[in-house]
Each structure stands twice: as structure tokens, then as C-alpha cells.
């Protein structure tokens, strides 16, 4: 069984932006955007009639085979700031295993996709894969970004202590290292992953070799950020974490207005 729900792990999948205390369900929202993007790095390929009748017949076939996702429950910032090593590390063992309980049907679907291109178009996407894979992560400045911000929108309203802002700055900047080293392991799985997709090695047993071998380091990623997440909640009052809750769910609220059509609605 678990050799099941490693195979279904995506590449790229692994959004650093989420919420981190959300316990999420597999989102349609996620996955239609992820196919948007790859339909976006189509771009520039001259696909003739048929190919695009094709994608588009591969596209629709994925959409419909896609479960409705339940409403995500969340774990509210009191439970999370009060959660034991334990209880952190199955909540990250359930993130990552139920994020990507529909991965692999997304990877099969990019994979034919990418069959249905002749040479020279497979050859192009290939060249830009590879541009992408010589560049290192930097913030807009041009210097190499810092440890990622948690909840840069969520704890916007809530007045901190001049206190409690350095304690924040300090916490954040102790993980600037550990947020580096990070990004450079979500970049080599994706570059991986999508290496894969794009071979003719590509299989469910390929699959899930992949996954296996990046398996423990995705789950204690989470686990770390999770970690991470909780101590910086310790900063702040219980009055502050109850305004973060009701922030959150607003901000949800506000995504699902603008959220694509659910399949079978």
C-alpha cells in the first residue's frame, strides 16, 4: 500500500507556499493549475491540428477521471503550537502521502502528452528543461533567497511587539541554511521527475523507484517546516493565533470563489 502511494507522488508537487498547519485532501484546484502550467510550456511548439486534438482529448480524459475532493480540514494554530515531535510527524506523513494520492494519473498524463510531439518539439522542451535545471533559486534582487517567510499574508492586522518581530527575525534567519538546502532537494526531484516523464523508461515501476528514494527526505521536509511553523506560533499570544486562524480561512474563502470547476459539478 505504501508502495502505491509513493508511486502517485508528482514532480514539483510539493508547494513550499502552502499553509503549512492546513491538513490538506488532494486539491483539483492544485492539479488544474499544475496542467495549466504545463500546457503553458507548449508554447512556441507549432502543434498541428491533430496534436492539439490529441492534448486536448488527453486533457479532458484526466479531468474526468478526477475525484471530487472534500472540503480540507485545518489544524488550527493552537493544536499545531501544542503538538508533540510524534503527532508532527504523522500529520507530515499524512501531508505528503495525501497531496499526492493522484500524482501519478498528472505524471501519466504529462508523459503522453510529451509523446504526442514529434522530435524536434520533444527536443525543445528537453533544451528548456535543461535551462531551467542550471539556474539556481534567486529572489528578485539577484541575491540568493533567504529561508522562506511563513505567514507573510496571514499575520497581516495582527500588531506584534517590537519583541516578538525579533524573535520572529531571529527564528527565520537561523533556517536560512536549512531553507537553501531545501530548495536544492525539491529542484533535483523535480528535474528528476520530469526527466522521467519526459523518457520512455517512464513506467509505474520507474515511478515508484523514484519516489521511494526521495520518500523520507520529502516527509521530513514537511516535518521540519511544520517544526519550524510551530516555533515561530509560540511567539505569538493565543489572542494573535486565533486572528491567524480567522485570517486563514478568509484568505481560503477568497480561493474558492475564483477556484476552477470541480469535475462531476
Known amino acids: 500500500m505504501k508502495m502505491i502511494v509513493i508511486a502517485s507522488v508528482l514532480a514539483g508537487t510539493l508547494a513550499l507556499s502552502q499553509n503549512t498547519y492546513a491538513n490538506p485532501q488532494p486539491s483539483h484546484q492544485g492539479a488544474h493549475m499544475q496542467v495549466e502550467e504545463w500546457i503553458n510550456s507548449l508554447r512556441g511548439l507549432s502543434l498541428n491540428s491533430t496534436q492539439k486534438a490529441q492534448i486536448k482529448a488527453l486533457f479532458e480524459g484526466f479531468r474526468e477521471a478526477q475525484e471530487k ?15 508533540s515531535a510524534e503527532t508532527i510527524r504523522n500529520w507530515a506523513e499524512e501531508r505528503v502521502k495525501t497531496r499526492h494520492e493522484h500524482g501519478f494519473a498528472l505524471a501519466t498524463f504529462r508523459h503522453q502528452v510529451f509523446e504526442s510531439l514529434n522530435e524536434e518539439q520533444q527536443a525543445k522542451i528537453v533544451d528548456r528543461l535543461t535551462r531551467l535545471s542550471s539556474n539556481k533559486p534567486r529572489s528578485r534582487k539577484g541575491k540568493n533567497m533567504k529561508g522562506p517567510k511563513r505567514m507573510p499574508s496571514m499575520a497581516m492586522g495582527i500588531m506584534l511587539t517590537d519583541e516578538q518581530k525579533e524573535a520572529l527575525k531571529t527564528l527565520d534567519e537561523s533556517q536560512k541554511d536549512s531553507g537553501q538546502l531545501d530548495r536544492e532537494l525539491m529542484q533535483r526531484f523535480m528535474m528528476e521527475s520530469l ?51 480567522a485570517n486563514r480561512e478568509e484568505v481560503r474563502s477568497l480561493r474558492e470563489l475564483f477556484a476552477p470547476p470541480r469535475p462531476n459539478e
Do not use: C, G
Open 69 to 83: 475532493p472534500d472540503r480540507p480540514k485545518m489544524i488550527d494554530s493552537e493544536t499545531l503550537a501544542e503538538a
Open 195 to 245: 526527466t522521467l516523464v519526459h523518457s520512455d523508461n517512464f513506467s509505474i515501476d520507474t515511478w515508484n523507484t523514484l519516489m521511494q528514494r526521495y520518500y523520507e527526505d520529502m516527509v521530513s521536509l514537511e516535518e521540519a517546516r511544520m517544526t519550524h511553523q510551530q516555533m515561530r506560533l509560540a511567539i505569538f499570544t493565543q489572542q494573535q493565533r486565533e486572528q491567524l486562524d
